[in-house]
């Protein structure tokens, strides 16, 4: 151990503690920003449905994010159910259904899908996408099955959580499919030799394939939910922005990054709203926490059982 | 021939397959779809404007004329070039210390803290800078935006950095360490210059990544769009967020710049790509 040695390794350790510290930096430094409005409003803060700025001054202002919070949950929700079992069938049409050179082009297809920039997303998704909803799927569902509360509004615009859960959907599959691939790829190639030396039928084989990954798939649903309840811009474009709660997904709604997005340029212009939207960061880092300690458990649990 | 057993599997699994392949199909046509739409509405526009979309100023607003999005391709690079040299020495350092020092305790600090920056959301890392960069320094700027990117740059050149340099064989540490040198300089000389490649891959994915994020500069670059920027430390612009003003508005001519900047946004971000790719599998 010379002295060169020694302090090559005090900058290496230093960078891995300054990583885990821009961490703690991002985090620590909302809590201190959304401190002011959390101690004006507490709770209420959270489970407020309105979002009442006044220049006026602080009594008559009040804020509360629950439209936001719900909306960034129904919208996530929307994604997951409708990125993991696409990502699924995607994954098993490539890995069991597919000769290798076609599943090797799709795979590649998507890896380039998941590198895209999601603004592109967003700019297709209101160009395109919400137009195309306003006209054909959201009449459809309400006209079929408007007796769903979910479904009973009437849709007045293409801009609605359920084209917001729509659009996200499409925007996770190709990291979610990257995911399951890396789970199907992990199960031993002999067992995969053996399903099919049994004689097992293509739909046998992804049956037995699909069975075998479920924890993978719990596990990679999280990260998937925690990636589509982070995004921004894409949301902000075709979410409509209402502050409304969003019970009925036909309509226009908000998502808690949206309204950062919407709302933070010119929030230090009303006492607390600034403060209350990096409240609504916390609740943003709060979820991906969740999701991702969840992930971690069920990952765990996964490598004990097997 | 295999036998495949009774006729009823058969059946079974050719409906299996067609229905997968085209389920498959339906899933994939959006997103080929999307890809489509940027290539036609883009390149008509850029073919429209020529060489102007890359050296003029967007028009006013609703006006007839395109003009061009200069200073968001002009900020854009700045960005890259700036983000880069922020987020490398810290990227680069911790991929080593991961490397070299495994078990240390301090690299599972360091794990944590890349696999956490890798999913925290972009906007929160953008209100960052702003309370760290915009407000003290009492202006937008670039630099506060090449923060920001930097800090959703580093993890990405961390995770590829690492494999790559996980990939070199031990027997060259052990030439090195067996030559006399010191644990350093093996690093440096040794280990770094036989994963240059790979490593260098990973720096063009990260700058990929940190050029096609929008959230971090909304409330840090100060879309200045009236001319190209000059210095980090004054207000600029940048493409995905000229596409994102510009799509939110209802003017067509803006709306049309966004799509001319998405096809660019496009090529560059797939063109990066395919330089890693080049990178790191032809070394």
């Known amino acids: 151990m010379t002295r060169g040695d020694r302090v090559f390794g005090l900058l290496l350790s230093t960078a891995g503690a300054a990583t885990l510290g821009l961490v703690a930096l991002v985090a620590l430094l909302t809590l201190l920003k959304a401190w002011p409005a959390l101690s004006e409003w507490g709770l209420g803060l959270l489970l407020g449905l309105r979002w009442a700025p006044s220049e006026a001054g602080l009594e008559y202002s009040s804020y509360g994010l629950l439209p936001a919070i719900a909306g960034t949950l129904a919208v996530a929700l929307i994604a997951l159910v409708l990125a993991l079992p696409s990502a699924l069938v995607l994954a098993l049409w490539v890995e069991g259904v597919l000769p290798r050179r076609l599943g090797a082009l799709v795979d590649s297809v998507l890896v380039v899908l998941a590198g895209l920039p999601t603004i592109i997303y967003g700019l297709w998704g209101s160009s395109v996408l919400a137009p195309l909803l306003q006209e054909t799927l959201l009449p459809g569902l309400h006209g079929i099955l408007g007796w769903v509360p979910l479904f009973s509004c009437e849709p007045l615009t293409g801009r609605t959580i359920l084209t917001a859960g729509i659009l996200l959907a499409l925007m996770v599959t190709p990291f979610t499919f990257a995911l399951v691939r890396e789970a199907l790829s992990r199960i031993p190639q002999g067992v995969k030799e053996a399903l099919w030396a049994l004689g097992s039928t293509r739909l046998e084989y992804s049956l037995h394939l699909a069975r075998m990954i479920r924890p993978s798939l719990l596990a990679g649903g999280l990260i998937a939910f925690g990636r589509a309840a982070g995004e921004t811009v894409a949301v902000a474009l075709v979410v409509g922005n209402s502050y409304t709660l969003p019970v009925c997904v036909n309509r226009p709604g908000v998502t808690v990054s949206a309204l950062i997005a919407n709302q933070f340029p010119e929030s230090s212009l009303y006492p607390l709203m600034e403060s209350t939207l990096y409240a609504g960061g916390l609740v943003l880092l709060a979820l991906g926490a969740l999701a991702s300690a969840a992930g971690m458990i069920i990952q765990r649990r996964m490598s004990r059982d097997a | 021939m295999r036998r495949w057993g009774t006729s009823y599997r058969r059946a079974a699994d050719i409906l299996f397959t067609l229905l997968i392949s085209m389920v498959g199909l339906i899933l994939l046509a959006p997103h080929i779809h999307l890809l489509a739409t940027i290539a036609v509405r883009g390149l008509r526009v850029i073919l429209e404007e020529g060489s102007i979309f890359f050296t003029g100023t967007p028009p006013p607003p609703g006006s007839g004329g395109l003009g061009g999005i200069a200073p968001a391709i002009v900020g854009s690079l700045m960005l890259g070039i ?71 740059m580093t993890p990405y050149v961390v995770v590829y950095a690492e494999r790559a340099l996980r990939e070199v064989p031990r027997e060259y540490r052990e030439a090195g360490a067996a030559l006399g040198l010191e644990w350093w300089r093996v690093t440096l000389g040794v280990v770094l210059r036989v994963g240059e490649r790979g490593v260098l891959a990973g720096i063009v994915m990260g700058l990929a990544k940190a050029l096609g994020e929008t959230a971090p500069l909304l409330f840090t670059l100060g879309a200045q769009r009236s001319q190209v920027p000059t210095s980090l430390m004054g207000p600029g612009d940048a493409i995905p967020l000229m596409i994102y003003h510009f799509a939110a508005t209802p003017y067509d001519n803006w709306r049309d710049l966004a799509w001319g900047g998405a096809l660019l946004l496009l090529v560059l971000v797939l063109g990066l790509h395919l330089l890693s790719r080049r990178m790191a599998g032809g070394g």
């Open chain 2, 82 to 152: 700036s983000t880069a040299a922020l987020s490398l020495p810290l990227a680069l350092a911790t991929a080593l210390l991961l490397v070299e020092r495994p078990r240390s305790p301090l690299a599972s600090v360091a794990r944590a803290g890349v696999v956490s920056l890798l999913e925290m959301p972009t906007v929160l890392v953008g209100m960052m800078a702003y309370a760290l960069v915009v407000v003290p320094l009492g202006s937008h700027s670039m630099l506060a935006g090449a923060l920001a990117l930097s800090v959703v």
